[in-house]
């Protein structure tokens, strides 16, 4: 009888570790394909570049963005928890201004999801981007809306392919 007890415990235990689902690795660099990229409300830059690094439970996210063909990349690094908590960061705007905006990772199953708050002219500003690799780990999804005090004002799907 004990055996039995001790058999029915553990599986009631390792049952919730085989189910959950395995998070994806985006760490490497990533580069926008804009012919596989659209978007409604918004432009979509004209190129972008995102490396990113992991350090334990905590993501390194630089980025190079071009807005118009032939300017200048504006370049920022972003460093988030996957703890679900907010990390405040600070990002150069097209602009010229820099804005602060807090950014936290949470997970639905595989998908990354990314949640960025920030105000601005007293405006609240949400942006969320669903994160997902292909099968053959080449391939990053980035499916993106954005608010604007609680409207979505734009969203957009970005493809990105890794480099090796």
């Given at each position: 009888?004990?055996?039995?007890?001790?058999?029915?415990?553990?599986?009631?235990?390792?049952?919730?570790?085989?189910?959950?689902?395995?998070?994806?690795?985006?760490?490497?660099?990533?580069?926008?394909?804009?012919?596989?990229?659209?978007?409604?409300?918004?432009?979509?830059?004209?190129?972008?570049?995102?490396?990113?690094?992991?350090?334990?439970?905590?993501?390194?996210?630089?980025?190079?963005?071009?807005?118009?063909?032939?300017?200048?990349?504006?370049?920022?690094?972003?460093?988030?928890?996957?703890?679900?908590?907010?990390?405040?960061?600070?990002?150069?705007?097209?602009?010229?201004?820099t804005r602060e905006a807090n950014y936290a990772i949470s997970w639905e199953g595989a998908t990354m999801v990314v949640t960025i708050t920030s105000e601005i002219q007293e405006m609240a500003i949400i942006q969320v981007a669903r994160r997902t690799t292909g099968a053959d780990g080449a391939t990053l999804s980035v499916a993106r809306t954005l608010s604007a005090d609680g409207e979505e004002v734009a969203k957009a799907t970005m493809v990105f392919a890794k480099r090796p």
């Amino acid at each position: 009888m004990r055996r039995l007890l001790i058999a029915v415990a553990l599986m009631a235990f390792a049952a919730p570790v085989s189910a959950q689902v395995a998070k994806p690795s985006f760490v490497g660099t990533w580069a926008m394909d804009a012919a596989r990229s659209e978007s409604e409300g918004s432009a979509l830059p004209s190129a972008v570049i995102w490396t990113i690094a992991q350090r334990g439970d905590t993501l390194v996210w630089g980025r190079e963005t071009t807005y118009e063909a032939g300017s200048a990349a504006l370049s920022s690094k972003v460093t988030v928890g996957m703890d679900g908590k907010q990390w405040l960061n600070k990002a150069p705007q097209p602009d010229g201004t820099t804005r602060e905006a807090n950014y936290a990772i949470s997970w639905e199953g595989a998908t990354m999801v990314v949640t960025i708050t920030s105000e601005i002219q007293e405006m609240a500003i949400i942006q969320v981007a669903r994160r997902t690799t292909g099968a053959d780990g080449a391939t990053l999804s980035v499916a993106r809306t954005l608010s604007a005090d609680g409207e979505e004002v734009a969203k957009a799907t970005m493809v990105f392919a890794k480099r090796p």
